[in-house]
């Protein structure tokens, strides 16, 4: 049996581009295309940072965004921690939601990392040293 041409399928290209070169064109009536008014640029208002936006709370409290997710009440900002901290903070987590007896709020790593900064910043007056050990250590007392 004979193998069939792809350009049998397909046609000639080069018959067929010869063809509508030659083609006269049709003309067809122009409809015009009615074009709509521009509408009027709307007053755009700066858009607040994310910490103007919140409102302010005790500081133990966290910020209300108006009854949208919790973890979105939160700024963003990113960490660099030890395997063994994200291993520790991951398994206190989990210990902490196990335990718990009234229901409430999910305990997250991020949960225990702001309790932890929340620490920090409320002995920032002791703080002293030149490197992490040092920073810790005047902390940790």
Do not use: C, W
């Amino acid at each position: 049996m004979a193998r069939t041409k792809l350009t049998q399928l397909l046609g000639d290209p080069k018959r067929e581009a010869a063809q509508a070169i030659v083609r006269e064109p049709v003309m067809t009536e122009s409809v015009p295309v009615p074009v709509p008014a521009p509408a009027p640029a709307p007053e755009i208002a700066p858009a607040p940072s994310s910490r103007a936006a919140v409102k302010q709370k005790e500081p133990n409290e966290a910020p209300d965004v108006g009854g949208g997710a919790h973890y979105l009440s939160f700024v963003r900002k990113e960490t660099r921690l030890r395997g063994d901290q994200m291993d520790a903070l991951a398994a206190k987590a989990r210990q902490i939601n196990r335990n718990k007896t009234d229901g409430g709020e999910r305990i997250t790593d991020n949960t225990l990392i702001r309790i932890a900064v929340d620490l920090l910043l409320a002995r920032a007056d002791n703080l002293a040293g030149s490197t992490e050990d040092q920073l810790r250590n005047s902390v940790s007392s």
